[in-house]
């Protein structure tokens, strides 16, 4: 009588377990879909592995209601039954964190991991999870999810993440219970010295008190320009005399003023390796390291020179201006200077240089060929308004520019009387052996015959397969 009014007593029979019973009343009628399939919700909420199995053989839907049925199983830690369900179809790619929150309020740890290895929950919430855990305390359930769920590789690239959070309880628990090898604790420490406070740094210095690995690691604190892990380093056992030469030329290259004063402080000589300390403060350009070497002996008498070179070496303008206003002379090789610069594309270097007098024309115009080679338009600019010959070599600098396929370099360079035309039209041919639409569109608008020299082509391309394309260009111009 009750199954035919549609009252849907199977519902409470599948929440108290009653498989016969459940059985019964669906064979005599009762609707498994009633109630939105409260059926299954229920079973699956209680874990009645036989009743949530038999109503499923028997069609109840395991999707219905946004997947109620395998929330309840994971709610409530019901491993079995939410492997049925899983087996038949449940949607995993839903937001569970409300069920994975409650599962871990509860410490069903089995119930997450089992979760976490089928992927119910997005990866991106996992580290939120345990980081909860541990801000509870709760540490034995932190380190059962890493150590069931977390691969190496998977916890290193969040270690980064945990360094810039100043969460050292995240990070000694991934260290000592996913990372245990400590090969990599060096590269840990480079990361923590960048990214994270003091006593995540201490935390890996304290894993590794060797007095190599502590040496080395002064290094990178030179290097960061951290002066607290430097300290810190020292107190543990680093000698700042152990490398002296190398450390003090990296703090003086990176500009990190307080790590130098405190290297000359704890003894190193200011002079120690030939005056290290002012080349590679005019290596890396920094005026104030510069003006401070000074102001503590460094004479600009014996190694300005020297400092000058370097400066312009490394394209450090304001550093090489710094030197040539205190009344430094280049006596070096002016030509050879600007060939070097030239070849690294240091603009402000070449302009100082052609200033102090360097034959801009030197080396069959290499600066200007560099400048082209390297596409750099800006140098290009600066070398022909310095009167840098761009006839030079027969018109090198446009086949060149053409072989390169820079169309802004070719526009200008046509702009200020490159002949297009030299050499039968190389630059064409240069254009149409690289397929270069743009560049030959670029020649024909201003004037390039359209022809195409077959065997020139095919000479070209014997010597560029030769690896030997731009020196063909400089030595013997096509």
């Excluded at 401070?292 to 002996?297: A, C, P, Q, R």
């Amino acid at each position: 009588m009750l199954i035919g009014s549609g009252v849907d007593i199977h519902t409470e029979a599948s929440y108290n377990g009653h498989y016969e019973l459940v059985k019964y009343l669906v064979e005599s009628g009762a609707d498994i879909h009633a109630e939105n399939k409260c059926a299954l919700r229920w079973a699956s909420a209680k874990g009645c592995l036989d009743v949530a199995r038999f109503l499923v053989e028997n069609g109840a839907n395991v999707q219905a209601d946004d997947n109620r049925a395998i929330r309840n199983a994971l709610r409530y830690g019901r491993i079995e039954t939410m492997e049925c369900l899983l087996n038949n179809k449940s949607d995993i790619n839903l937001n569970f964190n409300h069920e994975i929150r409650y599962v871990l309020e509860n410490n069903n740890f089995k119930a997450v991991t089992y979760a976490f290895q089928h992927e119910v929950t997005c990866h991106g919430e996992m580290h939120d999870q345990i980081k909860q855990t541990l801000e509870d305390e709760n540490y034995s359930l932190a380190s059962y999810l890493i150590q069931e769920y977390f691969d190496e590789c998977a916890t290193k690239s969040r270690l980064d993440i945990r360094y810039r959070e100043n969460y050292l309880k995240l990070v000694k628990c991934l260290i000592e219970n996913a990372i245990k090898d400590s090969s990599s604790d060096e590269l840990d420490f480079n990361r923590s010295i960048n990214n994270g406070p003091l006593n995540i740094c201490q935390y890996f210095i304290k894993r590794d008190l060797s007095i190599d690995t502590l040496n080395e690691r002064i290094k990178i604190a030179c290097k960061s320009g951290n002066l607290d892990v430097l300290k810190s380093l020292v107190c543990f056992g680093a000698d700042t005399q152990n490398n002296k030469s190398i450390i003090l030329s990296i703090a003086c290259n990176k500009g990190h003023l307080e790590i130098v004063k405190y290297l000359l402080a704890s003894g190193i000589d200011i002079h120690t390796d030939d005056e290290i300390a002012i080349i590679s403060a005019s290596k890396g350009g920094n005026i104030k390291m510069i003006k401070f070497l000074i102001e503590n002996g460094i004479s600009l008498n014996e190694n300005g020179e020297e400092a000058l070179i370097c400066a312009l070496g490394n394209n450090q303008v304001n550093a090489a201006q710094f030197f040539l206003n205190q009344g430094i002379e280049l006596k070096a090789n002016k030509e050879s200077l600007l060939a070097k610069v030239s070849e690294s594309g240091n603009l402000g270097s070449v302009s100082i240089l052609v200033e102090l007098g360097a034959d801009i024309h030197c080396e069959s115009s290499i600066a200007l060929r560099k400048a082209v080679e390297h596409q750099n338009l800006k140098l290009v600019k600066c070398l022909i308004e310095k009167c840098a010959n761009l006839r030079a070599n027969n018109d090198i600098a446009i086949k060149i520019a053409s072989s390169k396929g820079n169309v802004g370099v070719i526009d200008y360079l046509i702009q200020k009387g490159a002949d297009i035309h030299a050499n039968n039209d190389r630059a064409l041919i240069w254009a149409r052996f690289n397929n270069n639409k743009y560049v030959v569109d670029c020649l024909l608008k201003n004037g390039e015959n359209d022809s195409n020299n077959a065997d020139a082509i095919t000479v070209l391309k014997l010597k560029t397969e030769s690896g030997i394309m731009c020196e063909t260009l400089i030595e013997n111009p096509l």
